[in-house]
């Protein structure tokens, strides 16, 4: 069973132990004891299921079953145990006025232990903390009492002084962090990955926005310069259908910007009317940070009637793309993106650049909402560069002919095989490189195998015909494709700092409210310690994903090697990806050499996810900023 059904069946087995308890607690309370026998005898056997799919969690990885083992098994045990010893000798033999109070309230009392061993990781989530434990005994507690008040009469003094110690427990466990000299209070806002601390005085190094760009092309390079211009607009899709947008030069997608490998990029960005402001953010590309675009850290957002020049060589070959990173969820949802395509020399054959994205429900290639058909003459070399401008993952089939996936997220697989009716999963934010010689019969490239949209390349004058039903192809498995490769660190490696990130979701502060957040290691942006770097060490992170949902993670300014996958290491072609989908279950150990110093954007590119705090920054030693505030998701 994968670690993601382990989990789902846990969240099942809690809910039925809860159920079995307060089912077998009301019908005590209704004096059917026999009823409530049997839902006793079902509770303490679901209640020992749990044991064993917390244990199983464990084993898949401690931060699976954190708090399960250590707080909510227990007090569902104790309370178990308490219920059985009360309730089942009244049940088995119950007087003549049925079973009696006690065991009622023992029961309903077992039953909100188990509840909130599902309450607490729907709510509260990674890590476990005492603060939260006691406020959780002190909830069942006084639920407990309560109870006991209702069904029994007074309670003893002696359960509601422990309800309330309890509780003030939890009320200065809570309070500790911002007492002031108190230890929790002084905690570093900075994560060092078992590495060295700073080296600076805070306020004192190099400012973020003295890291440009060259203002020179390389060697050979010409100067590629673009305005865009952010503006309210409506568009028009191939089927004729107009959508409400935001778009750059009036257009969705914006201009593609394309160069040849050492050329100046220059983009100056203007803003005619987003009242929220707009940003370039260079997604992939390992830009300077001031070039980065990522507002409140590396810039001011642009706003109506400002300016901002971004500038920055095309060193990188490969696909990649732009768009806005103030309010992002909105603005490139609304169309606030375009295409970065650098090549090492001029294309030859058909070079042809897909993004993908949803407007208004619809599936947009470029801007074709119906089939895009393009002539193409067999024998052409076809390169498909396919961008995931979404949120949420898409799944790409090619029918028609044996291709290769090329390149991931700008870098060149390793000699990739020939593939056949497979399945490609795109994370949100991700691009790939798809080649083939156009046979002398018709291709067609499916999104999410959906055979009324996407591509057809048709040779000759023919009509495409319906291509194949794509849906059961399997999807391909990136870390087992290609073969491998030398990479300048690996698996062994030594690192010089070791981060985890654990997402998850729970209560947390975000931007200064309450929120139901999408949490890195239980708290929300711009709560999360910055990780510090230091220019020249070799890094490792872990991502683990507790959750339910899917967390797209993507770290701005670098690219990570792949080093596992839920243990497994890559065993194809070395992957460098700049974007990586963590599924529900999942974790991901990744690298990288920190040597592009800066103050760094590292987040989850569902970009509601990030908005709802699941973000971070990952800081030099000695990079300051001067802007504070704004949007970073
Ligand atoms: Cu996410």
């Known amino acids: 069973m994968s670690t993601a059904q382990l989990i789902a069946v846990d969240l099942l087995v809690t809910l039925l132990a809860a159920a079995t308890w307060l089912g077998a607690g009301v019908a005590a309370g209704l004096r059917r004891a026999r009823v409530a026998l049997a839902l006793l005898v079902a509770a303490v056997a679901v209640t020992l299921a749990r044991v ?12 699976f079953a954190q708090e399960k083992v250590t707080f909510t098994l227990p007090l569902l045990g104790a309370a178990a145990l308490v219920a059985v010893t009360v309730a089942g000798p009244r049940l088995l033999r119950p007087g003549s006025a049925g079973p009696s109070p006690a065991a009622v309230v023992a029961l309903l009392t077992a039953g909100y232990a188990a509840a909130a061993g599902l309450v607490y990781p729907l709510l509260i989530g990674y890590p476990a903390t005492w603060r939260d434990a006691l406020a ?54 900075l994560d060092t990955g078992g590495g060295p601390a700073t080296g600076h005085p805070a306020g004192h190094g190099t400012a973020v926005t003295d890291l440009r760009g060259p203002t020179t092309p390389g060697p050979g390079g010409q100067v590629r310069r673009f305005t865009l211009t952010a503006r309210q607009t409506t568009i028009t899709l191939s089927s004729g259908r107009s959508v409400r947008a935001w778009a750059y030069n009036g257009q969705v997608p914006g201009p593609p910007i394309t160069a040849t490998k050492g050329d100046l990029i220059e983009v100056t960005l203007r803003n ?41 060589r095309a060193d990188q070959v490969g696909t990649y793309w732009y768009h806005t990173h103030q309010v992002s969820d909105r603005g490139v949802r609304m169309g606030l993106y375009g295409t970065l395509v650098v090549t090492a020399a001029p294309a030859s054959g058909l070079d042809l650049t897909v993004p993908v994205h949803t407007f208004s429900g619809r599936l947009v290639l470029g801007t074709h909402d119906q089939p895009d058909t393009r002539r193409v003459a067999p024998g052409t ?25 090329v390149a991931v997220d700008g870098t060149d697989l390793n000699a990739p095989d020939e593939l056949t009716e497979v399945g490609l999963r795109l994370a949100a934010g991700g691009r790939y490189d798809l080649a ?11 999104v999410d195998d959906d055979s009324g949209g996407g591509l057809r390349l048709v040779p000759g004058s023919s009509e495409p015909p319906q291509p194949a039903d794509t849906g059961r192809w399997p999807e391909l498995d990136l870390t087992a494709y290609g073969a491998p490769a030398a990479t300048p660190f690996g698996p062994d490696s030594d690192f010089d ?137």
């Open 52 to 63: 064993g799919t917390a244990a199983a969690l464990a084993v898949d990885g401690w931060w």
């Open 136 to 189: 959780t005994l002190t909830v069942v507690g006084a639920a407990g009492v309560v109870t006991w008040r209702v069904v029994a009469g007074r309670p003893p003094v002696w359960t509601v002084a422990a309800v309330a110690a309890v509780g003030l427990a939890g009320l200065g466990t809570g309070l500790a962090p911002i007492v002031p000299g108190s230890p929790a209070a002084e905690a570093a806002d």
């Open 272 to 312: 005619a009317d987003i009242e929220r402001g707009v940003t370039l953010h260079w997604h992939g590309y390992d830009v300077p940070p001031a070039e980065d675009g990522a507002p409140g850290l590396t810039q001011d957002a642009v706003r109506p009637g400002g300016e901002y020049v971004y500038r920055f």
């Open 381 to 405: 070399p076809v390169r498909l560069r396919l961008v995931n401008t979404d949120s949420t993952p898409h799944r790409f089939t090619l029918a028609g002919t044996a291709y290769r996936l």
């Open 436 to 446: 083939f010689t156009m046979p002398d019969a018709p291709v067609a490239l499916l």
């Open 497 to 633: 700092r070791s981060f985890t990130l654990v997402l998850d979701r729970g209560i947390a502060m975000v931007e200064g409210a309450p929120r139901y957040a999408h949490t890195v290691n239980g708290r929300g942006f711009p709560s999360v310690p910055d990780q510090l770097v230091r220019t020249g060490e070799l890094i490792r992170t872990t991502v683990v994903n507790r959750s339910l949902a899917t967390h797209p993670w993507h770290l701005h300014g670098h690219r990570v090697l792949i080093l596992s996958r839920n243990g497994k290491p890559v065993t194809g072609s070395p992957l460098w990806m700049d974007t990586f989908d963590v599924r529900p279950g999942e974790v991901w150990q990744v690298a990288f050499r920190a040597d592009n110093p800066g103050l760094w954007m590292n987040h989850c590119h569902n970009l509601s996810h990030a908005a709802q705090g699941m973000v971070l920054h990952l800081a030099y030693d000695g990079v300051t900023t001067p802007f504070h505030g704004g949007h970073g998701g």
